[in-house]
């Protein structure tokens, strides 16, 4: 029960707060938006998740270095967890997935995403 308490209370913040937006306001706001630079964008995050995976495994030990890709989908997932979960759980779940498929020790993962986020 003690993991979906954050998950009702945003749930129940969220619903708050929307009773305090006014719908056509949004809709006028969302037509004047510009959409054609949410593919840049989105090229953009691709690129600096991708780049994060290539410098996370740099830093692991030489002998154990897992493929670029599955440090690169392993964040993916910790990110989208991090969405839903509070207080950084996709962390745990990228060094879970990590470890399994690689036998790297989750201390040595751990010492990396930390210094990731310190950076």
């Not at 809709?27 to 998740?49: C, E, R, T």
């Not at 780049?51 to 154990?64: E, M, V």
């Not at 440090?71 to 991090?82: D, E, P, T």
């Not at 509070?86 to 040595?108: F, K």
Request: aromatic share 10%.
């Amino acid at each position: 029960m003690r993991p979906f308490v954050p998950i009702v209370f945003a749930f129940g913040l969220l619903g708050v707060l929307s009773l305090r937006v006014r719908p056509s306001e949004v809709i006028d706001q969302l037509g004047q938006a510009n959409f054609y630079w949410i593919p840049a964008l989105l090229v953009a995050n691709l690129a600096s998740d991708f780049f994060r995976a290539l410098r996370g495994r740099q830093q692991l030990p030489p002998d154990k270095r897992p493929p670029i890709l599955l440090l690169f989908f392993a964040g993916h997932i910790a990110s989208a967890v991090n969405f839903v979960i509070p207080l950084r759980a996709g962390e745990a779940i990228r060094t879970s997935i990590v470890s399994q498929r690689t036998g790297i020790e989750p201390a040595n993962l751990v010492a990396v995403i930390f210094g990731d986020i310190l950076t």
